[in-house]
């Protein structure tokens, strides 16, 4: 019952929290993840890349006991389901390189193949994290375009940077939609996404409605 957008308003202009008659925090046995659906499949030759000027079409959420399985299921219900095995391809800007390391050894130890572009794969492999090449569009073939074609990748970790690199990584992402690959632009997404697949792979996904969620929060 605390109309939190009014509040933030009035903060942005000056009040404080203490100046609201708020509730105090409760401590809840359960975490609830909201993800924004946009429409990107209803226009493939879209770039996928959020700015200020996108706006979502809905929004879902994933209720769970921890964070893991809370994002593992508001990615499904945004039509992203997350996969438990398979090929990973990551291709990250140089300043996130250090960053993705802790996540593909993650994969690495979940059972993913992991496929680098060349400088991302330079990265991982000096921090013995096993990884195969994967060409760009303008370094020959077969090349990311083809193996998503052939359904050898089954998610997408993506942080574009530059002209040339844009270039390529806006097919990478179109061709992601069209062909319902999960993909993530993110370090902080790859993050949840990696937490929300151990879950996933280790853990049994369970359903209860929400009055019991309600029900356990007081």
Not at 149 to 166: C, D, F
Not at 182 to 201: D, F, H, N, S
């Amino acid at each position: 019952g605390v109309p939190l957008a009014k509040v933030a308003t009035k903060i942005m202009i000056g009040k404080k929290l203490r100046d609201f008659n708020l509730p105090k925090e409760k401590e809840l046995s359960y975490v609830a993840v909201k993800e924004a659906v946009f429409p990107f499949s209803k226009f493939p030759e879209v770039d996928p890349i959020l700015g200020p000027e996108m706006k979502a079409t809905g929004e879902v959420m994933g209720i769970a006991s921890s964070f893991g399985l809370a994002f593992c299921k508001a990615e499904e219900a945004a039509e992203m389901k997350l996969p438990v095995e398979g090929t990973v391809l990551i291709s990250v800007a140089d300043k996130y390189k250090k960053e993705i390391v802790e996540v593909a050894d993650r994969l690495n130890k979940l059972g993913f193949k992991i496929l680098a572009t060349k400088g991302t794969k330079g990265t991982l492999e000096k921090r013995g994290i096993r990884c195969e090449l994967a060409l760009k569009l303008h370094e020959g073939r077969p090349n990311i375009i083809d193996d998503i074609l052939n359904k050898r990748i089954q998610m997408i970790i993506n942080t574009p940077v530059g002209r040339e690199s844009k270039y390529d990584d806006s097919y990478i992402r179109k061709a992601a939609i069209q062909y319902k690959v999960p993909y993530i632009t993110t370090i902080a997404a790859a993050t949840a996404t990696v937490e929300g697949i151990e879950t996933a792979k280790y853990g049994a996904i369970d359903v209860k409605p929400i009055q019991e969620y309600h029900a356990c929060s007081g």
